[in-house]
């Protein structure tokens, strides 16, 4: 078997009830002769036998090609946002490959730290840094604290009155921007809990404390538009309300914050991380700004490197009105389609490039009719109970937003690679649900 041709019509976006567009799998994706999907080499059905499901399954070698994307786009300073999914495995890839890591809470800087990642490679976030998160990361090193409010301003003074420390800090400005997505995960519009907004004048006032404060290094400005945009023009509009001011204030370095869209489904495309680079990067030219351009991606580095296997449990007709499909996961390891209304392909790995004519509502086994997974999935006619049944681009904001909702048990995660899959996150276990109750 070699890296398989998609069928015809598959690449090009595909249609509603043809088969899965193969543009929206992980890069190493391959039909075997039997029309088994494999991934990383190793065989889908084979991966759930083993590992059971629900299953998150990502492949190793797309990781490491979208994080070296990014490294040659924006170059040795880009940082992974980890927030789009985290674990030891992955912080040490993003590592090995040459990107720092995005931690926006003590926890996710813990995991950074505990994965072995330099803490000069860490960039802290937070909207409502505690103190403790503060001066953890202080004292560890990390690269960049990212100042979000003026009471993080006045904490960070404060603790230099007790330790002497002077972190390197970014000032978070809000440029005023309104990407189009989803409400939830937008933020550069001036009704925004994080940063400091531009017109105002409130990120220039942050800007002349940090630059006259002791207890920082001011090194420049970091802003992030929002999450899943696709159109270049609102990153154009940030960078031009943004860079004349930073050049101004001959700032070093200028973040524009994560957001690349990804294809979730047959008729999305989206734009390559290195085209995304290339049109930040030459905005920020374009504006004389000498800066060095730093950027987060989250989605667009983990998003279609995998796919999530379920079992199919039941299968349930309402004549005339849906056939419901019931797998053994749900909400509680992918929320997107509940919280956004994100939508989502689904296929079969053992029939990867059949047909998929038939029109079905993937649900999960949670106890509310909102825990829906895919609302008009088109999957085989064959499908049956019992079938092992995917879903791809579940790599971004699934296990990192999971849940024990129902004490369902969160899924693991394997990493797959030249035909070796190797356990990165185990399944939770029952024993594992009553970790943190105290016994009487
Ligand atoms: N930098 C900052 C400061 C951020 O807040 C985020 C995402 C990123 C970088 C990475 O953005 P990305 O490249 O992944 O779009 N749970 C939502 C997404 C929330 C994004 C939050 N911040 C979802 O599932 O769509």
């Known amino acids: 078997m070699t890296a398989a041709e998609p069928p015809p019509g598959a690449r090009e976006g595909g249609s509603m009830n043809g088969p899965l567009p193969f543009h929206l799998l992980p890069q190493t994706a391959a039909v075997a002769p039997d029309g088994h999907l494999h991934i990383g ?38 940082a992974y946002a980890s927030k789009a999914f985290l674990c030891l495995a992955m912080a040490r890839l993003a590592h090995e490959e040459g990107m720092g890591l995005d931690v926006a809470t003590g926890g996710e800087l813990h995991v950074a730290l505990s994965a072995g990642v330099p803490a000069d490679r860490l960039v802290l976030h937070g909207n409502n840094k505690s103190t403790d998160e503060l001066r953890t990361a202080r004292h560890a090193g990390v690269g960049r604290i990212v100042v979000d409010s003026f009471d993080e301003l006045e904490r960070l003074a404060e603790l230099h009155a007790h330790d002497g420390l002077v972190p390197k800090v970014l000032i978070r400005a809000t440029p005023g921007v309104e990407a189009h997505t989803h409400e939830f995960v937008r933020t550069g519009q001036i009704d925004s809990k994080f940063g400091f907004g531009v017109p105002s004048g409130d990120a220039a006032r942050a800007v002349a404390y940090a630059q006259d404060s002791p207890a920082m290094e001011l090194m420049g400005v970091h802003m992030h538009i929002g999450s899943q945009v696709f159109v270049a023009d609102f990153f154009h509009q940030a960078v031009e309300v943004v860079a004349p001011w930073v050049r101004e204030m001959g700032l070093p370095e200028l ?31 374009d504006a004389g700004l000498r800066a060095r351009v730093l950027a987060e991606p989250g989605r667009s580095i983990v998003a279609q490197a995998a796919v999530t296997l379920y079992r199919v449990g039941t299968i349930k007709e309402v004549p005339e009105v849906r056939t419901y499909l019931s797998v053994d996961g749900g909400m509680s390891d992918n929320p997107r389609p509940v919280l956004y209304g994100s939508g989502y392909e689904a296929f079969l790995p053992r029939a990867a490039t059949a047909p998929r004519p038939r029109l079905v509502t993937i649900v ?29 681009v579940t790599g971004a904001y699934g296990h990192s937003m999971a ?35 105290v016994a009487d």
């Not at 889908?44 to 990502?58: D, H, M, N, Q, S």
């Not at 492949?59 to 300073?77: I, M, P, Q, S, T």
């Not at 999957?379 to 791809?392: C, E």
């Open 364 to 392: 999960g086994k949670h106890c509310e009719s909102g825990d829906v997974l895919v609302r008009d999935a088109q999957v085989p006619d064959d499908i049956a109970v019992g079938d092992v049944l995917a879903t791809p």
């Open 41 to 78: 080499g190793c065989d889908l059905l084979a991966l759930a036998e083993e590992y059971g499901t629900p299953l998150f399954v990502y492949d190793e070698a797309h990781l490491r090609a979208r994080c070296r994307e990014a490294v040659a786009a924006f170059g040795e300073g880009v």
């Open 255 to 285: 973040s524009i914050g994560g957001g690349l869209g990804v294809a979730y489904t047959h008729d999305e495309t989206a734009p390559s991380i290195t085209e995304w680079g290339i049109a930040i990067v030459s905005a920020c030219r």
């Open 403 to 437: 849940s024990n909702y129902n004490k369902v048990l969160r899924p693991a995660v394997v990493f797959v690679a030249d035909g070796q899959a190797r356990l990165v996150v185990r399944r939770e276990t029952l024993e594992d649900l009553l970790h943190y109750d």
